[in-house]
């Protein structure tokens, strides 16, 4: 293992982004008479490139052609799904460590990992049955695998000294099924006893 030690606060900590900005629209007369002057430009070029070759068509069905498509690019751009969200990655952490190795893979799956914990916890912040489902089973992993690499077992293998380990507080919380969804405190408090097993 690396030299580096970093608390599970600490990776569950987030910086504020700033929201989106909103680009402004163009007003519907503005949309329809830039798409008539791109036609119409469009039709002018094609047609002097037509005639540099002998071949003569209807202005009007070219002009009628160029709008169609148009209209049908605006449409499907339109009905085209949303981008998905990016994970920000701090561009100064991801330039590769001192001993010249790249960890951007490494930053890029952390910041997956990170944003899958806090979607669970958001869902379950007013579910304490969606708490109990999909939050707590993932923290009692993470307890039993500090357990493993620390101590050499797990809450399965050796109750007794898992519970010393983890504390009666810590090991009532895993064990048993909440009445009601933690507060950040006091989640934060359950991390900070994880930290130290």
Not at 7 to 33: A, C, F, K, M, N
Not at 163 to 190: H, M, V
Request: aromatic letters at 4%.
């Amino acid at each position: 293992m690396s030299g580096v030690s970093t608390s599970i606060d600490d990776l569950l900590q987030h910086e504020e982004e700033p929201p989106p900005t909103v680009r402004r629209r163009p007003g519907l007369v503005r949309t329809w008479l830039r798409g008539v002057l791109i036609a119409a430009v469009l039709t002018g070029a094609l047609l002097a490139a037509l005639r540099m070759v002998g071949v003569a068509f209807s202005p009007a069905a070219v002009f009628a052609a160029f709008l169609a498509l148009l209209l049908l690019r605006r449409i499907t751009s339109a009905l085209a799904p949303e981008p998905p969200e990016r994970v920000r990655v701090d561009r100064r952490s991801t330039r590769g460590g001192e001993d010249g190795s790249d960890n951007r893979a490494a930053q890029d799956a952390l910041g997956s990992v990170i944003g899958r914990w806090e979607n669970r916890l958001a869902w379950a912040q007013k579910d304490p049955d969606r708490f109990a489902r999909r939050v707590l089973p993932m923290l009692g992993e993470l307890a039993d695998e500090l357990l493993r690499q620390r101590h050499g077992l797990t809450r399965a293998t050796d109750p007794e000294r898992a519970r010393a380990l983890l504390g009666d507080q810590l090991w009532t919380f895993l064990d048993t099924r909440p009445k009601r969804t933690p507060s950040p405190r006091e989640l934060a408090a359950i991390v900070a006893q994880l930290e130290k097993v």
